[in-house]
């Protein structure tokens, strides 16, 4: 891939839109958005913090009865890298105020014919962040 086609300012900016919807269906616990967002076939992968759900069966499944996040859920660090017009991986920490721990979520986006998807997606939570120079 060309270095041109890297991080394009109109890719970042549509990506960015996507992962503030797919957000903000997060917080509302909007199972039927949150679904939606992910790619619709056996292939699409979510490890959770506790689940491992593979295919979107297993994730339609898992997020219908997930209990909401936090009210007080917010994001930092978030980094978006996009490689062409239809590619991109999104990575954030998040917090809240109710653990110290932080906790950190990757996916990995695809443009389809039906729009941006998620094809994979990781959560974790750690009790802090260790950081190795």
């Given at each position: ?10 890719v ?18 909007d199972?039927a958005?949150?679904n ?9 992968l ?8 593979l ?10 009865a997930?209990p ?21 991986s ?23 014919d ?5 094809v994979a ?13």
């Open positions: 891939m060309k270095a041109d086609q890297i991080d394009r300012p109109d970042i900016a549509e990506i960015g839109r996507v992962f503030e919807a797919y957000e903000a269906a997060l917080k509302r616990n199972a958005a949150l939606a967002f992910f790619w619709d076939d056996p292939r699409a979510r490890y959770g913090i506790a689940e491992h759900n295919g979107i069966e297993e994730i339609r499944r898992w997020r219908n997930a909401a996040v936090s009210a007080t859920r917010r994001l930092h660090g978030t980094q978006i890298v996009t490689f062409g017009a239809d590619a991109a999104v990575s954030t920490e998040f917090a809240t105020d109710d653990t110290p721990a932080l906790g950190r979520q990757m996916q990995i986006w695809v443009r389809f039906t729009g941006w998807r998620i997606a990781h959560v974790s939570v750690i009790d802090e962040l260790n950081i190795t120079p």
